[in-house]
């Protein structure tokens, strides 16, 4: 007769084949994952009209019936880079707002936001604004997201005491405004966007 043991291969342990399923299921998250990643490096560097299900694929390292395996159709998948790219730019602010004391955090904060290495992200993040007239998900998800990161760079700014939340607010739309000026414009470097948000917000 069979012992339980021999069934489960050692007391409390894990079936080969509950084995080969996690890992499965491991491989499938890091393939959505990579295609996600692809996604938002496609939109940031050939914007939304070149972002094909057949372009990401190809810069996932995949195949195209993967990405429709994972996400069904392309305004799923972008839907899906919608959420992904906008908890990153709003994550990276609310990390600094976490991470960094008063001094100098304003500098410190403007160092961080209009870095190069954050220029695909934030590229990708104002193509979604574009999709966002066309799909209304997109478009509360970009109007959600551009609340939190208000909310968020709020702290990071300079205080200019209590009961002024709108004047905070108005520095806020600021630092967006030279951030899309410095994505419209096309330049790669930062450094004159980056000190007119900070001359606007330190006068």
Same mark, same amino acid.
Not at 32 to 43: F, G, P, Q, T, Y
Not at 72 to 89: D, H, I, T
Not at 104 to 126: G, H, M, P, Q, Y
Not at 129 to 151: I, K, P, Y
């Given at each position: ?49 070149? *972002?094909?299900? /057949?372009?990401? *694929? ?14 069904? *159709? ?9 959420? &992904? ?5 709003? /994550? ?9 004391? $008063?001094? %100098? ?11 190069? %290495? ?16 066309? %799909?209304?998900?997109? *478009? ?40 899309? &000026?410095?994505?419209? $414009?096309?330049?790669? %470097? ?14």
């Amino acid at each position: 007769m069979e012992s339980s043991q021999s069934k489960t291969g050692s007391l409390g342990g894990s079936t080969g084949t509950e084995t080969k399923n996690l890992s499965g299921r491991s491989r499938g998250v890091a393939s959505r994952e990579a295609i996600l990643s692809a996604a938002i490096r496609v939109v940031g560097r050939q914007g939304l009209p070149a *972002a094909s299900l /057949g372009v990401i *694929a190809k810069e996932a390292g995949t195949s195209k019936p993967a990405v429709l395996y994972h996400f069904g *159709a392309r305004q799923k998948l972008l839907r899906e880079m919608a959420k &992904r790219s906008l908890s990153l730019f709003v /994550g990276h602010i609310q990390n600094l707002a976490t991470h960094h004391g $008063e001094a %100098d955090r304003t500098r410190i904060a403007f160092d961080a936001i209009f870095s190069k %290495d954050n220029r695909e992200l934030l590229l990708a993040v104002r193509e979604l604004e574009t999709l966002g007239a066309r %799909d209304e998900e997109v *478009a509360l998800l970009v109007r959600r997201s551009f609340s939190d990161f208000e909310q968020l760079l709020g702290p990071l700014l300079p205080q200019p005491g209590e009961g002024n939340d709108e004047v905070v607010s108005e520095m806020a739309r600021c630092v967006y405004g030279f951030l899309q &000026r410095w994505l419209c $414009e096309g330049v790669e %470097d930062p450094t004159r966007y980056k000190q007119g948000a900070l001359h606007a917000c330190l006068k």
